[in-house]
């Protein structure tokens, strides 16, 4: 091969996957041609998730445009570069990357990029709430559906109880409005609340919780996601939490799934389960809810008018029969961030109409008249009007998915075999998919 020595390759592998700085290199579309362990590490992707998915797929690049995809565009290479973006599992990951162009036969045939993992270095994982709001209560969190009231009605006993306490349910389903609820029961001006956001790698994030808990100070802490921690490291929190009972502290976890199939797949340390286990509480996904929907609207269009002096108030009778016909992937937080895009775009308007409502939402939730046929909403009624092609196929795929998924009860492990995926894909392309293609 053009004067390379073949057999040389598995020595250029080994240095490649043992090297301490993440390695990720791209071809010309974008797509990984190679992911080394450290940068799977800082990631926290596995390698058969990213193969068929281009860079812009896998990550939102919020705050500034990927370093690699600069490289690819324009050819040059971005030295010691600071970038900060999100997994798909809305892990924040920031890195110093040095990223190179590669050329071959004067065509630049892809880049590859070098990258310093600074995740740690760059924020306190343990973050206290923020201060700029009033405090979460219990009896402030929407709850006109039976779940949610014994939900909240749990919750003040997990406050009396004083035992940890498991939060388990979809993202968005609002586990840390009540972890903040508990915390704000029994109000205590010594007592803080502390986030501790899991991520797969960060071994540097359970060190500082270790330092953390040998303070005699009372708080609540609130281990988000314990899933998205490594096994390594759920042994780590386990024991860590075990040697801090006896302490006047709550200590609240959350996860995403059921817990017998966590650990069944191995994303669960059984043994950390047992710690949360003898009170745990299920949220209820938004669909199964949606009692609640417009009370939470109603909620927050009176929370906006207080403190920005907007018109809104209600919604019409159209907009509410969208919202109760619509599946709501990312639950309640999916209901927040589509509130939060039309109410930064109205002016005087005192009601919520369908026309306000962003495209992409009505692409997805028209509602089938009574006693027509369910047609996907990326179906042209009338065969006259079509959808760029890119936006049909997200949308095909979206209709797709959801129906594996009411076939098989929202069961995201029976879904995925029943699409010949890994677990991992689906709920990757259930998040893509819930953002409107964006990773």
Known sequence: MNGIDES????????????????????????TIIYNDKMKEIEGLDLDDIRELSILELFNFRQ???TLMEVLQSGKEQLNVKQTYWNRNETEITTINNTYPIVHEDHLIGAIELSHDVTALEKFVLQPLKKDRDPILLDQIVAESDSMRRIITTAKKAVRAKLPVLLIGE??????LVAQGIHNEVPDADSSFYTLYCNRSDSQAIDRLSAKLTDDMPFTLFCERIDFLSIKLQRKLLEILENSEGHARQIIASIGEDPVELIASGNLLKELYYFFASFTIRFPPLRERKEDIQPFVKRYLARRKESF????EDMTDDVHELFM?????????????????????????????VDMLPLHFRSKSTAPEDGAPSLPSFLPPGGNEFLPLDKFLREA???????????????????????????????????????????
């Not at 002096?309 to 809104?312: D, E, M, Q």
């Not at 998924?405 to 990757?428: C, E, F, K, P, V």
Request: a negative charge; proline letters at 4%; aromatic letters at 8%.
């Open 8 to 31: 040389l390759f598995p020595f250029y592998e080994f240095a490649v996957q043992q090297a301490g700085i993440g390695i990720h290199a791209v071809n010309s579309e974008g797509r």
């Open 397 to 439: 795929e979206s209709y797709y998915i959801q129906r594996a998924l009411d076939l098989h009860d929202g069961n995201i492990t029976r879904t995925a075999n029943a699409l010949s995926m890994s677990r991992q894909n689906l709920q990757y392309r259930l998040r893509k998919n819930k953002n409107g293609g964006e990773a």
């Open 325 to 353: 016909s619509y599946s709501w992937p990312g639950n309640m937080r999916e209901l927040e961030v589509l509130l939060d895009e039309v109410a930064s775009l109205a002016s005087s308007e005192p009601v919520i109409t």
């Open 171 to 176: 993202a968005g389903t609002g586990k840390d």
């Open 309 to 312: 002096g907007t018109a809104l």
């Open 64 to 66: 500034q445009p990927s």
